[in-house]
């Protein structure tokens, strides 16, 4: 890879704020307050930070999802691929379909193991069984789970385990062929043995796709993340390459939450 | 005073457990006893020719092999009606309104409507569907009155199944590109499919066993019939007229078997065609 290919920027946030509507009540103050950061393309890329520093809402405004549940208002911008996700002609769908999302809890669509994976991209149009048969391959390949379920794609996804759910949710994403995806705190509700499988899905994936991970687990974002940033009440305290994040952080809170001083 | 309340606890807990058993047995043995009645005042007269024959006599002889099939002609026509115009209103209600005094309202009614006699109902089907709108006695007229009369029981167990399911599911679906309609579609509907389901077998097995509000809007006409603006007999009306009019006692038993054993035959094959993939 050019060095120029390697210094792209994929996703820029500028200056961005959010609050939540709350109609009837007084107003809690911004969730997020003034974010700007910039993610190369194929990376991976750490938010950590406590529960209640935005970082989740973050995420959720990077696809637009969390206008789907809530209602708020936005200041600044946010640019996929340079263009505004947010001005008036751009289409959220689509969106959803080059930014893909990974949640925090293991959900299965009470289907199939097969049709979990082909739902995005039968939506998007994608007919051809041969298709569709190698997306499932492909995308169980990617994310540590073809071996374990290759022989019972046909069966009701809500019989996997949590840890099969979260991979199987992982590769529903990837059938889309996202050009980012966001991971919502994806191990949160995992075994170690589980997230060790999800991490080495991650980094195999590196070639293909972006990844902006959020996660409570500061020794996963050491581990898995070229760069972290560190959210704190609703601010972007710091943000850096990994290694010197976590060796020599320039912010006394940023080295206060790493070093498990509190959070 | 701990192993006091250990010991009294496990005695109370007896007397709960055996208690609801006593309370879950009582209740199949009603059950039983009044299929045991049925079978055995009307099993003299079962037979395939009951089935398959046209009525003799008023019913004292023949089968009820007409009435048979208007009665499930008009539960077809009342369900094709209920169920989309049901379901419909339970995904509104449900993924589409902010609570709000309208959707209480609607609600309200709902239940209100759910409480009504069926006689009421079929008076309301006589004059409006029979009489004003000039249906006649027809199978038409009684679907839609039936239909009327299932619709509250159909929204509301409609809208359970579609609240029972998660949030987060939904959220999936958003996050694949589904637009608001394919993720009620796709998503939401077949993940609810067994509480509506449910909800349609209740009122399935309550359009087969209804009576009042068929006599005012069908009619009482035992032929078999060529249209839906025919008049025609349910198995139920068929039932109590032979009762009523004293026309057949061993008949009006043999009929009620009959339409138990049609409900349970409807129910099973309505949990078994839909109810399977739900299943795990």
């Known amino acids: 890879m050019t060095e120029a290919a390697m210094k792209e920027i994929i996703l820029k946030a500028e200056g961005l704020s959010y609050a939540y509507d709350r109609p009837g009540k007084v107003p809690n103050g911004p969730v997020l307050d003034n974010i700007n950061l910039d993610v190369e393309r194929g990376t991976i890329f750490a938010i950590i930070g406590p529960s209640q520093s935005g970082k989740s809402t973050f995420l959720r405004l990077i696809n637009r999802l969390q206008e789907v549940t809530a209602t708020g208002a936005l200041s600044g911008r946010i640019l996929f691929e340079g263009r505004d996700i947010y001005a008036s002609d751009y289409d959220p769908f689509r969106l959803r379909r080059e930014v893909g999302f990974c949640f925090d809890k293991p959900l299965a669509l009470d289907m199939s193991i097969a049709e979990n994976i082909t739902f995005g991209p039968r939506l998007a149009g994608i007919t051809s069984k041969d298709d569709l048969g190698a997306i499932i391959e492909e995308t169980l390949r990617a994310s540590n789970l073809w071996d374990e379920v290759k022989d019972r794609l046909s069966m009701n996804a809500n019989r996997l385990s949590g840890g099969q759910k979260q991979r199987l949710s992982l590769a529903r994403t990837l059938a889309l062929h996202p050009r980012l995806l966001l991971l919502d705190e994806p191990c949160s509700a995992l075994d170690p043995i589980a997230t060790a499988r999800i991490e080495e899905a991650l980094v195999s994936m590196k070639a293909r796709t972006t990844c902006v991970l959020v996660t409570n687990n500061t020794k996963q974002a050491s581990r898995l993340a070229d760069r972290t940033a560190f959210f704190l009440m609703s601010k972007l305290v710091e943000v850096g390459p990994t290694k010197e994040f976590f060796t020599s952080p320039r912010d006394k809170k940023t080295d206060d939450y790493i070093s498990g001083r509190f959070g | ?280």
């Open chain 2, 1 to 280: 005073m701990e192993q006091e309340f250990q010991r009294s606890n496990t005695f109370w807990n007896r007397v709960g457990t055996r208690l609801c058993m006593t309370t879950t047995y009582s209740v199949a043995g009603i059950l039983a006893a009044i299929l045991f009645y049925l079978a055995w005042k009307g099993i003299g007269r079962l037979s395939i020719g009951f089935f398959l024959d046209s009525p003799i006599d008023l019913g004292r002889e023949g089968g009820v092999f007409p009435i048979l099939v208007s009665t499930l002609l008009l539960a077809a026509v009342a369900l094709a009606i209920a169920v989309p115009l049901g379901v419909g209103t339970a995904v509104y209600l449900t993924e589409y309104t902010k609570e709000s005094w309208v959707t209480m309202l609607i609600r309200f009614g709902a239940e209100c409507l759910a409480g009504i006699p069926s006689i009421i109902f079929g008076l309301f089907g006589f004059i409006l569907f029979v009489v004003t709108l000039g249906m006649g006695w027809s199978i038409l007229s009684g679907a839609l009155t039936l239909a009327c009369m299932v619709l509250p029981t159909i929204i509301r167990t409609s809208e359970e199944a579609i609240k029972a399911v998660p949030a987060s599911i939904r959220q999936v679906g958003f996050s694949l590109g589904a637009t608001k309609s394919q993720v009620i579609w796709h998503i939401v509907l077949p993940q609810s499919r067994s509480g509506i389901i449910t909800g349609i077998i209740l009122a399935l097995g309550r359009v087969i066993g209804e009576t009042a509000c068929v006599i005012f809007t069908t009619g009482i006409s035992m032929e078999m019939p060529s249209s839906l603006f025919d008049s025609a007999r349910s198995m139920a009306v068929h039932f109590y007229i032979l009762a009523r009019e004293g026309i057949s006692m061993d008949m009006a038993n043999t009929t009620a078997l009959a339409l138990v054993f049609m409900i349970l035959l409807v129910n099973l094959g309505a949990t078994i065609l839909f109810g399977r993939r739900y299943s795990r």
